[in-house]
């Protein structure tokens, strides 16, 4: 090493560049303030709509406090009176994801609602939908919507009868992925196929959307984005699409599993949803006392 080294060396570091003494650094601004959860309590002056809306929100407490991963709690909604019914509604509110579902036996539109793993679901029957029912859900997912996602019986396209000038890539996914759903267990991992780093054709995109068919059900997750996650006709198998806030998509999986995980509620997300109900029906009770009160 030379004896003329110098270390640290000369002409690095702060105050070495020509007019840096006179410059001072700028930062972007931090954010000054957090959003957190405030609970919503609805406005009730009837004290007979406040003890049913009450009742039914106790209740819902209890069931969200009780679950356990894996379990589906239903609590019938279609028999409160039409006051109790829009209180309920409006302390519960919407969250971000919703779901549509249609078949031979009706339609369901499901909501989650603000408090995660608390699903309102609305079930149309009879022959022209006249008849409605409704209900919350504590789940991770709705359980009746996943079983009447897919057809219960499709036999196992053939996939090279399909192959076609501009096909590359399909068959080559088509047989991984009814090889999954074929295999698949309640206790098996997600497998995803990115089709946004695979190459593939337009003629590709054709085939796969035929073979793998339509199901019933879709869902949109909205946030920061949108995802919106389609059954297939294949079982266990959904087509699962990232879009931006601009709505241009950024992401194209397939994915193989019971439920894509983010349309489902964490069974933490659910703890803490129980929490929140117990907030809201501790202020209710308070205004309860208090319209008693007045009126004795």
Not at 115 to 127: C, K
């Amino acid at each position: 090493m030379s004896a003329s080294f110098m270390f640290p060396p000369a002409g690095f570091g702060p105050g070495s560049q020509i007019g840096q003494a006179d410059e001072e650094l700028n930062y972007l601004a931090m954010p000054s303030g957090v959003t957190v959860y405030e609970p919503h309590v609805p406005e009730i002056e009837d004290p007979a709509i406040m003890a049913a809306t009450l009742t039914f929100l106790e209740n819902l407490q209890k069931q969200a406090q009780a679950w356990q991963e894996g379990d589906a709690c239903l609590l019938p909604r279609h028999d409160l009176a039409p006051a109790s019914a829009a209180a309920v509604n409006d302390a519960l509110g919407e969250g971000e994801v919703s779901a549509r579902l249609e078949d031979t036996a009706g339609l369901v539109e499901v909501q989650e609602t603000v408090f995660a793993g608390v699903w309102s679901l609305r079930a149309y029957g009879g022959p022209h939908g006249q008849d409605v029912r409704e209900q919350v859900e504590v789940s991770a997912f709705p359980k009746a919507l996943v079983a009447r996602a897919f057809p219960a019986k499709r036999s196992r396209p053939d996939v090279a009868a399909g192959v076609r000038d501009g096909v590359v890539n399909a068959p080559a996914i088509l047989t991984e992925l009814f090889e999954q759903s074929e295999n698949w267990h309640p206790q098996s991992s997600p497998h995803v196929v990115n089709l946004s780093l695979l190459p593939h054709t337009p003629e590709d995109m054709d085939m796969l959307e035929s073979c793998l068919g339509r199901g019933r059900l879709t869902i949109l997750s909205r946030g920061y984005g949108n995802c919106r996650i389609e059954a297939t006709a294949t079982p266990h198998v959904w087509r699962v699409r990232y879009f931006n806030s601009m709505d241009t998509l950024i992401l194209d999986t397939i994915e193989v599993s019971c439920v894509p995980e983010v349309a489902c509620a964490a069974p933490e997300d659910i703890a803490d949803s129980a929490i929140r109900l117990h907030e809201i029906c501790t202020v209710l009770r308070a205004e309860s006392a208090s319209q008693q009160g007045v009126g004795a």
